[in-house]
């Protein structure tokens, strides 16, 4: 997230394509960007206050939601509990 740039392409609930480093005019609907430090702190087993969800990491003014937010908000249970499994996998960073 300092060094790379993730595209995550999901379907019907599953991750179907991981990019990395994609290409400058690569479609995607929505961003969420932040530091790699912020996504670390998502990445622990348990995130410091004001890390433990995409909302509350706005706040911080770290993290930025672009793109088209129907589409997040259409699936935002689903993108919450991908961000949740970082807490198991550990972030790309």
């Known amino acids: ?3 790379k740039k993730f595209l995550i392409r999901m379907h019907r609930g599953k991750v ?3 990019i990395v480093d994609p290409e400058p005019l690569e479609a995607y609907d929505f961003a969420i960007r932040a530091s790699a430090d912020t996504w ?3 990445g622990r087993p348990t995130p410091a206050p004001m890390f433990h969800g995409i909302w ?3 706040f911080q003014r770290d993290m930025r939601l672009e793109g088209d937010l129907l589409v997040l ?3 935002l249970r689903c993108v919450t509990r991908q961000i949740e ?5 550990g972030p790309l960073v």
Not at 85 to 89: D, K, S, V
């Open 40 to 42: 670390r702190e998502f």
């Open 16 to 18: 179907e394509d991981l």
């Open 56 to 58: 509350a990491a706005t």
């Open 73 to 75: 908000m259409q699936n």
């Open 1 to 3: 997230m300092e060094e």
């Open 85 to 89: 499994l970082l807490r198991t996998t």
